[in-house]
């Protein structure tokens, strides 16, 4: 089992068995155990709705315990919050598994993890270069010299 921490400063158990991923399959039609091919992890990734809402449905059971709305669920979950979530998450993922596929998804989210962290140093590389804000502003200025037309 792993824990995080929302927002509100509320600590959450993630524990993923069959009964949990019968459970999100139920709820929000998601299948965790599509995460051995990899494009589940990409998907959550990219969608942060659809991440919480899996997240929240995991802890369900701890959530109406404690009378806790996916609503008010979704209102703690943001920046720092979504990310530890996150990790919960993908390591509980990944200890649900045999070995042999432990191992494998443990080598991809390794994996995963160093391909985000180099898309971000590209993306900080592109956004630092001064010939992204001098071609940034001459499509702003050639834009601007347009006659605005319906629409626009």
């Not at 459970?23 to 299948?31: A, F």
């Not at 959550?44 to 802890?59: F, N, S, T």
């Not at 649900?96 to 989210?109: C, G, I, N, V």
């Amino acid at each position: 089992m792993r824990t995080f921490n929302d927002n509100a400063g509320r600590t959450w158990t993630i524990a993923i068995n069959v009964d949990t991923i019968r459970r999100v399959r139920s709820l929000v039609s998601v299948d965790l155990l599509e995460a051995v091919e990899g494009k589940l992890i990409e998907r959550l990734a990219g969608d942060p709705i659809l991440l919480c809402d899996v997240i929240y449905v995991i802890c369900k059971p701890e959530a109406d315990s404690r009378s806790i709305t996916d609503e008010d669920f979704g209102r703690s979950m943001a920046g720092d919050a979504i990310e530890h979530a996150t990790t919960s998450l993908l390591e509980e993922l990944v200890d649900f598994f045999p070995k042999s596929r432990r191992q494998l998804l443990s080598k991809a989210l390794v994996k995963f993890r160093h391909l985000e962290t180099k898309a971000i140093e590209l993306v900080n590389q592109q956004l630092d270069d001064p010939l992204m804000e001098q071609k940034l502003m001459s499509q702003l200025e050639k834009r601007l010299s347009e006659p605005a037309m319906f629409g626009d």
